[in-house]
């Protein structure tokens, strides 16, 4: 089973990234950033593994780029807020 068959899995890397960089010092604009850019990725190059994925990349796919970095934001501070 791959990281993007399970959304839990999947919240629970995106957590362990998260707090790896905070502790590298990136700030959370950053990371935000860097969260926006993966998820650009995975909606354009990754094929969706689950119901959860799909949804994401539904709604990216018909959201403006500003609602892809809120997107992106809340992801990051959903996993942020399972510490």
Same mark, same amino acid.
């Given at each position: 089973? !791959? +990281?993007? #068959?399970?959304?839990? *899995?999947?919240?629970?890397? &995106?957590?362990?990234? @998260? ?10 604009? !950053? +990371?935000? #950033?860097?969260?926006? *850019?993966?998820?650009?990725? &995975?909606?354009?190059? @990754? ?37």
């Amino acid at each position: 089973m !791959t +990281i993007l #068959e399970n959304f839990d *899995q999947w919240k629970e890397f &995106l957590s362990n990234r @998260v707090h790896q960089a905070e502790k590298l010092g990136m700030d959370r604009e !950053t +990371i935000s #950033e860097l969260a926006y *850019q993966i998820g650009d990725y &995975l909606a354009k190059d @990754v094929d969706p593994q689950n119901e959860q994925e799909r949804l994401l990349a539904d709604l990216w796919s018909v959201a403006s780029e500003d609602e892809q970095r809120t997107m992106a934001n809340l992801m990051v501070k959903l996993v942020d807020s399972n510490k």
